[in-house]
């Protein structure tokens, strides 16, 4: 009986991408899932039929020999590479392992270890400054409780593969050469199961959400990852299971800008403040302080608090608090205080007092001059 052609079988055209057939594949495995189709015969070797079409479609050196030599080109009886057996298990771990970062790549490997997960985590300044112990909600591939990781039913165990002996691997032969390609009755695991665990359908591994405890250390910032080793998803039947990193990132402060261990912040001050000098109260993370400002200080000059910063969550030493200070204009002025502030600029009389106000004018009539001459 002639088989039918694989790109009819997926209902893709004949230049679909790797990506259009894998969709098509798991639209159609889905539908005729033996667990669906209640042991309808036909059904069963139409999804036989659909696992092949994918398997040979998907690598790139079956494809090409499909579509050059047709059904003749993968057919292990003619020194091709092919042969049914997979696993109705198996199409869980296309099916899902897209989603959750597994799936079979082929190469040849045997169970392989769980993949490694990120988790991004939001923090204030003051909790990152400070640390802080936080729980967190990871959905996530966990070991089976029912196969502990198996995949085969409780009470027996998965056999050595017959086509490969355990290997993982089998030869394809075409004419002189010889090419090592993975087994396409175990993919390539060195096992079958041949009654696999209902829970996890022979996968060794379900989704759940696992809740777990996270310590940040005191000094984390925005791009900072902490390692949780061995959270990350459950390998494939028993295999290591991946990390889960923590990628931290540090929401905006309303008053402070962080720049690695120190932190910036503009405090305003009055112009009688600026003029004559004081002390004010300046906010830290750890209450306020006060600061002396100098007598005669001009906008955006920077004071620096000493230790006021942030402790370095890998070198142990403390940062600065930098205080850029911002000469506020008064608004609102009642006639009484715009008469004053009249008064108090006529007398000024030179530039002695607003030397830098004097400097620029200067350079600009000097600016002028140089083109008129």
Same mark, same amino acid.
């Given at each position: 009986?002639? !088989?039918?052609?694989?790109?009819?079988?997926?209902?893709? @055209?004949?230049? @679909?991408?790797?990506?259009?057939?894998?969709? *098509?594949?798991?639209?159609?495995?889905?539908?005729?899932?033996?667990?669906?189709?209640?042991?309808?015969? &036909?059904?069963?070797? !139409?999804?036989?039929?659909?696992?092949?079409?994918?398997?040979?479609?998907?690598?790139?050196?079956?494809?090409?020999?499909?579509?050059?030599?047709?059904? *003749?080109?993968?057919?292990?009886?003619?020194?091709?590479?092919? &042969?049914?057996?997979?696993?109705?298990?198996?199409?869980?771990?296309?099916?899902?392992?897209?989603?959750?970062?597994?799936?079979?790549?082929? +190469?040849?490997?045997? @169970?392989?270890?769980?993949?490694?997960?990120?988790?991004?985590?939001?923090?204030?300044?003051?909790?990152?400054?400070?640390?802080?112990?936080?729980?967190?909600?990871?959905?996530?591939?966990?070991?089976?409780?029912?196969?502990?990781?198996?995949? =085969?039913? !409780?009470?027996?165990?998965?056999?050595?593969?017959?086509?490969?002996?355990?290997?993982? %691997?089998?030869?394809?032969? %075409?004419?002189?050469? *010889? $090419?090592?390609?993975?087994?396409?009755?175990?993919? &390539?695991? &060195?096992?079958?199961?041949?009654?696999?665990?209902?829970?996890?359908?022979?996968?060794?591994?379900?989704?759940?959400?696992?809740?777990?405890?996270?310590?940040?250390?005191? +000094?984390?910032?925005?791009g900072d990852r902490i390692r949780l080793s061995g959270e990350g998803e459950a390998g494939e039947m028993g295999a290591p299971a991946?990390?889960?990193?923590?990628?931290?990132?540090?929401?905006?402060?309303?008053?402070?800008?962080?720049?690695?261990?120190?932190?910036?912040?503009?405090?305003?001050?009055?112009?009688?403040?600026?003029?004559?000098?004081?002390?004010?109260?300046?906010?830290?993370?750890?209450?306020?302080?006060?600061?002396?400002?100098? *007598?005669?200080?001009?906008?955006?000059?920077?004071?620096?608090?000493?230790? !006021?910063?942030?402790?370095?969550?890998?070198?142990?030493?403390?940062?600065?608090?930098?205080?850029?200070? $911002?000469?506020?204009?008064?608004?609102?002025?009642?006639?009484? %205080?715009?008469?004053?502030?009249?008064?108090?600029? =006529?007398?000024? +009389?030179?530039?002695?007092?607003?030397?830098?106000?004097?400097?620029?004018?200067?350079?600009?009539?000097?600016?002028?001059?140089?083109?008129?001459?």
């Open positions: 009986m002639s !088989k039918r052609d694989y790109y009819e079988v997926l209902g893709v @055209a004949k230049s @679909a991408t790797e990506r259009e057939i894998k969709k *098509a594949y798991k639209k159609l495995a889905m539908k005729y899932h033996p667990d669906r189709t209640q042991g309808d015969k &036909g059904m069963e070797e !139409k999804f036989k039929e659909i696992q092949e079409a994918h398997e040979i479609l998907t690598d790139d050196q079956k494809r090409a020999a499909y579509d050059q030599y047709g059904h *003749a080109g993968v057919d292990p009886n003619r020194g091709g590479g092919h &042969g049914q057996g997979a696993d109705f298990g198996d199409i869980f771990g296309d099916v899902f392992g897209d989603i959750f970062g597994g799936g079979r790549r082929g +190469g040849g490997s045997r @169970a392989r270890q769980g993949s490694d997960l990120r988790y991004n985590l939001e923090m204030t300044l003051e909790e990152a400054v400070r640390g802080k112990e936080v729980e967190i909600r990871v959905p996530t591939l966990v070991e089976c409780d029912s196969c502990h990781g198996s995949g =085969a039913k !409780k009470g027996t165990s998965p056999t050595t593969c017959p086509t490969c002996k355990g290997n993982g %691997q089998v030869q394809m032969r %075409q004419g002189f050469f *010889a $090419v090592q390609q993975t087994c396409p009755t175990c993919s &390539g695991r &060195g096992k079958i199961i041949s009654d696999p665990c209902t829970p996890c359908r022979g996968q060794g591994r379900i989704e759940k959400t696992k809740t777990l405890s996270v310590k940040v250390p005191a +000094g984390v910032d925005t991946g990390d889960l990193y923590v990628q931290v990132n540090v929401r905006q402060h309303e008053i402070f800008e962080r720049d690695g261990n120190n932190l910036y912040c503009e405090v305003p001050i009055s112009f009688t403040v600026a003029a004559l000098g004081g002390d004010i109260e300046v906010p830290t993370l750890d209450g306020k302080v006060k600061l002396k400002i100098s *007598a005669e200080t001009q906008t955006g000059k920077m004071y620096r608090l000493r230790g !006021k910063g942030v402790k370095s969550v890998r070198s142990g030493s403390v940062g600065d608090l930098m205080c850029k200070v $911002v000469i506020e204009t008064p608004i609102n002025l009642s006639s009484k %205080q715009k008469e004053m502030l009249e008064e108090f600029e =006529a007398s000024m +009389g030179g530039g002695k007092n607003r030397p830098k106000e004097q400097g620029f004018f200067d350079g600009v009539k000097k600016f002028f001059d140089d083109l008129t001459n």
